[in-house]
């Protein structure tokens, strides 16, 4: 059993710089992760939920990585959140596979961390956008992890906003100590 299956999530992997280099990262890691693209996996946007329940049920932890998506995540996301966490398998009558699994978030906000305030643009936490996520976690009595985020990912450092390449390979770096620190992997 491997340690940690990350599920991407990402409409446009090939043109995210974060994304991507946290998985460049992670596979450092192949012997204890497992990433998993949901949208190289599932282009026709039908799921095969008893894959992906085998898939998460042979590792200790789950990582969602994914960009924030109109401040909620992109819709495959949702999609295979609604198709595997399904009745008897994640909740309900004898629905326990994932009770005490690790799961977390790793997200990338495109916009700045002042902007995810109480004070700031959008008057609400990033940790307040990410509540249903929490709350499902709950319900399914998984062990929620907190939130490993970037901000900036748009990448427009010149125009005063964004992120640097050499922020970005930090936040790789911090990510890893981030799964480390959690104890979702080795």
């Keep these: ?24 990262k992670l596979s450092v890691y192949a012997d204890q992760v497992t ?7 599932y282009s026709s946007n039908v799921i095969n939920a008893v894959s992906e329940q085998i898939l998460i049920e042979n590792h200790r932890n789950l990582i969602l ?5 109109w401040f909620n995540c992109p819709p495959l996301l ?6 595997v ?14 009770k005490n699994k690790k799961v977390g978030l790793a997200v990338s906000a495109g916009i700045r961390k002042s902007d995810y305030a109480s004070e700031g643009r959008f008057h609400a936490s990033l940790e ?27 990448n427009e450092p010149e125009a005063g906003y964004g992120i640097t390449q050499e ?20």
């Design 85 to 98: 966490f399904t009745y008897g398998w994640a909740f309900g009558c004898n629905g326990l596979k994932l």
């Design 1 to 24: 059993m491997k340690e940690t299956l990350v599920v991407v999530a990402h409409p446009d992997l090939a043109s995210s710089k974060v994304n991507q280099c946290w998985i460049n």
């Design 128 to 154: 307040d956008i990410l509540k249903p996520f929490e709350l499902t976690m709950k319900y399914v009595q998984a062990n929620y992890q907190s939130v490993f985020a970037v901000y900036g990912a748009n």
């Design 78 to 83: 949702k999609l295979w959140l609604d198709e």
């Design 167 to 186: 922020e970005i390979d930090n936040s790789a770096r911090d990510y890893i100590h981030w799964m480390k620190t959690s104890e979702m992997l080795k």
């Design 35 to 41: 990433i998993h693209d949901l949208y190289a996996s």
């Design 65 to 69: 990585q994914f960009p924030i998506y």
